[in-house]
């Protein structure tokens, strides 16, 4: 059974810095993308960042120059480190794993709420 389990979220300050982690486990033989989506209330859950394996990130423009994606493939755990944070990134942020046990498949998070307070 795989699990990700994320890590970090919190309230903060306008201007302020966060990082979320999340680790993957169970009988995990490969993982393709990982990656951060956020939903707020009344919102669709969207994309914030992805990093695959080769090394490629995706960002939402929105979070361009503000949050990095980060991620250690030996231990199957990425990164979001959000900086110059805004009220409007409050969110619960959840990670993304597309990964093979058997067969490929996309996995998520039970998510970690962030509020900024402005």
């Known amino acids: 059974q795989v699990q990700l389990v994320e890590s970090g979220g919190g309230l903060v300050q306008a201007g302020g810095s966060l990082r979320l982690s999340c680790a993957a486990s169970?009988?995990?033989?490969?993982?393709?993308?990982m990656g951060w989506y956020r939903q707020a209330p009344g919102k669709q859950r969207e994309l914030v960042a992805s990093?695959?394996?080769?090394?490629?990130?995706t960002y939402a423009d929105s979070v361009k120059g503000r949050f990095t994606i980060s991620r250690d493939n030996g231990e199957h755990t990425v990164f979001l480190q959000m900086n110059s944070l805004r009220p409007e990134d409050t969110a619960v942020y959840y990670c993304?794993?597309?990964?093979?046990?058997?067969?490929?498949?996309?996995?998520w998070g039970q998510g970690t709420q962030v509020t900024v307070s402005s």
């Open positions: 990093t695959e394996t080769g090394g490629s990130t």
């Open positions: 993304n794993a597309h990964l093979r046990t058997t067969y490929w498949n996309i996995y």
């Open positions: 169970g009988s995990i033989t490969s993982i393709n993308i």
